[in-house]
């Protein structure tokens, strides 16, 4: 149940590190981060996320990379319920309110064909103080400049573990440059699921998941380099959720409630680079 799509997240970092050091051999960058919303693929899973992670790119060969590293969450205020599958797909079998912190690890190799960036990686998550239960996920990503310098790509994610599903997220993204130290980036994208345990329908009497779309958001983020090696980088994302998503009611098996909600998340991040 990676919070991928708080980008604020370790894949986002990984892949501008990919994309950014065409000449480097070891690079990396550690940071911290505040957001309000801890928003997880269109579901909002609490509020209050103070998270803070490690990103490594070690370039093999030109066009050709590794990268690795961690992502460290904390949350409060968590009314959200997590679907596990101890009582098979889709069967409510424990429920986090509240806090919990939350530790993810992920490793990829990515390689550039042309004018297209390939990226394959696993993502392991780690739930240390509550009775979620560790899962695992492999995915495969690609990106291409599409022209005026838009980017277009899709990242697929699939569950071997415990949830047995897949997530796929395309989206598009831009950046203007405004100066050396200030530059904005914008992107757009929709997610499609089937079968996820993390996409929870909140249908009267459903116990299975919301499959198909599942919604769209906006980003806008403002990276501003203030000394050599440090950025300071605000960020605004509104998030438009598929009403057959749960949504921030606490909900085990559907409820009959209304679906997910739009949600205008808020955040920052501080990242040191090395």
């Known amino acids: 149940m990676r919070k991928h799509t708080k980008y604020v997240g370790a894949l986002a970092a990984a892949s501008a590190l990919v994309a950014g050091y065409a000449s480097a051999e070891l690079e990396g960058e550690v940071h911290v981060g505040y957001s309000d919303i801890y928003e997880f693929r269109f579901v909002d899973l609490g509020s209050d996320l103070v998270e803070a992670g490690v990103d490594l790119n070690y370039e093999i060969a030109e066009g050709f990379a590794l990268s690795g590293g961690l992502w460290y969450g904390s949350v409060n205020d968590s009314g959200s319920s997590f679907i596990l599958p101890g009582g098979g797909p889709g069967v409510p079998a424990a429920v986090v309110d509240n806090s919990f912190n939350e530790l993810d690890l992920y490793a990829a190799v ?28 492999v995915y495969l990503g690609a990106s291409v400049e599409v022209g005026w310098g838009v980017t277009a790509g899709a990242t697929y994610y699939y569950d071997f573990d415990q949830l047995d599903g897949w997530y796929l997220q395309p989206e598009l993204s831009k950046s203007f440059e405004f100066n050396d130290c200030l530059k904005l980036n914008l992107s757009t994208g929709v997610g499609i699921a089937d079968g996820h345990g993390g996409q929870v329908s909140d249908k009267l009497g459903s116990v299975g998941t919301a499959d198909g779309f599942q919604g769209w958001f906006v980003k806008a983020e403002l990276p501003w380099e203030f000394r050599e090696g440090f950025t300071l980088a605000p960020y605004v994302k509104y998030v438009d959720a598929d009403s057959d998503l749960v949504s921030e009611t606490p909900a085990v098996g559907g409820t009959g409630l209304l679906g997910g909600n739009d949600h205008l998340v808020a955040g920052v991040k501080v990242s040191v680079g090395f």
Not at 114 to 135: C, K, W
């Open 110 to 137: 990515s390689k550039e064909i042309g004018p297209v960036t390939l990226e394959l990686g696993y993502i392991y998550y780690t739930y240390m103080d509550s009775d979620i239960a560790d899962t695992q996920e």
